[in-house]
């Protein structure tokens, strides 16, 4: 993979277009008015839109936000992030009324000025890819840079159509770095090398296994996922949750990788899913009990694996670790990756949620801002938006 990065550009009275991701969770406030919820994507951002500014370019910013099927929807509108990057890089931002046309290209940035298009999907081309919507993209700008890694795996017009039409094309600093540490992780990481998956399905985690199967020393495997594998080798798992149509599958993952493979050795049980249910250990699961997640024993076998390694991979929680205190077995993976003192590269997700209720996260080398696209290039996919960045 040889792409450019920002930093080798020339920016200087360029108008550089990043495509970022400001994909950010809104809610109404009591007077009706949509409000951020979370601006964690938009501080992953700044570092980019900073550096760009600092290098006296004119900067435009682009993104999608919600799925607002292809028209205009005042809901979705990029407005509120428009007033909350202000305050971030204490400076104006404008907001245009579309992302292309007369209107917006009248309102074009000069050197050190930003303007933030509204959001992309309120044109259905965008995620059709098409070539003239692509080109109007393209028309804005000097430069362009890709910066959503979360939005990578998406072969949309702002990803991967417009960098056809651009003189010069390279990735920002939160993508550069979402790169470097997967693309170690999955290529030539420091050994041993481990991954923790959990989750609810094998299948959403077939490639990812079987991809990483030829790369980790180990693969710890927990969350209801581990429970298809358990009953592929004919083991009780009462009523917990199986794809049954995926034991077949999950056996022959078991043949292929053998002693890569560490699965649970006792689980936390209940008779019903509920917060604060009754819940006991075991090593066996009993028929009518529903396993919600790994045991001490496990925890103990996992963190031992983890404490010796170099480089640990994780992705998924290892139980229902939405209801407390079926999260005990996914906080104590997360210290154990922080104890570790391994390279650590963590899925986004449940995985984030853990290291931050676990108090860990300054301890981790990288949390992954792309959930869908972690997980597409753990299982040695190309990323659409990637790819269109290779020299």
Not at 281 to 300: C, H, L, R, S
């Amino acid at each position: 993979m040889s792409y450019l990065s920002i930093r080798d550009l020339d920016l200087k009275g360029k108008r550089v277009f990043i495509r970022v991701d400001f994909n950010v969770p809104l809610q109404k406030n009591d007077q009706g008015v949509m409000e951020i919820t979370s601006d964690k994507r938009i501080k992953a951002s700044l570092p980019t839109i900073q550096y760009a500014l600092e290098q006296g370019a004119a900067v435009i910013l682009a993104s999608h936000l919600g799925r607002p099927k292809g028209k205009p929807n005042a809901e979705m509108s990029l407005k509120p992030v428009a007033a909350r990057l202000e305050q971030l890089l204490k400076r104006p931002v404008k907001m245009a009324p579309d992302c292309v046309g007369p209107e917006v290209e009248a309102m074009l940035p000069a050197p050190g000025e930003v303007l933030l298009l509204e959001n992309l999907r309120f044109h259905a081309e965008e995620e059709k890819n098409d070539p003239e919507f692509s080109k109007k993209l393209a028309a804005l700008c000097d430069i362009y840079i890709n910066d959503a890694f979360g939005s990578a795996h998406r072969a949309h017009a702002s990803t991967e159509g417009m960098v056809k039409f651009v003189k010069q094309a390279a990735a920002g600093l939160l993508m550069d770095k979402e790169l470097k540490y997967l693309g170690m992780a999955t290529t030539n990481p420091p050994r041993p090398c481990v991954a923790i998956l959990g989750g609810a399905k094998v299948s959403d985690k077939i490639e990812v296994i079987r991809n990483l199967g030829k790369v980790v020393d180990r693969i710890m495997i927990g969350g209801a996922m581990a429970y298809t594998f358990l009953k592929s080798q004919g083991l009780p798992t009462g009523k917990s949750l199986v794809e049954d149509d995926k034991v077949e599958l999950a056996k022959n993952l078991l043949a292929e990788l053998g002693d890569k493979l560490l699965l649970p050795v006792d689980h936390v049980v209940v008779s019903e899913i509920a917060a604060g249910a009754p819940y006991e250990v075991v090593e066996t699961i009993p028929e009518g009990k529903i396993a919600v997640d790994i045991g001490p024993k496990t925890v103990e076998a996992f963190s031992k694996v983890i404490a010796g390694a170099k480089t640990v991979i994780w992705n998924g929680p290892m139980g229902i670790f939405e209801k407390p205190p079926f999260d005990q077995g996914t906080v104590a993976v997360a210290k154990a990756v922080a104890e570790s003192g391994a390279t650590s590269v963590v899925g986004g997700g449940d995985s984030e949620k853990a290291i931050k209720a676990a108090g860990v996260t300054d301890k981790i080398s990288h949390v992954s801002t792309g959930g869908g696209a972690s997980l597409e290039f753990l299982a040695g996919d190309a990323l659409p938006g990637v790819v269109a960045l290779n020299r």
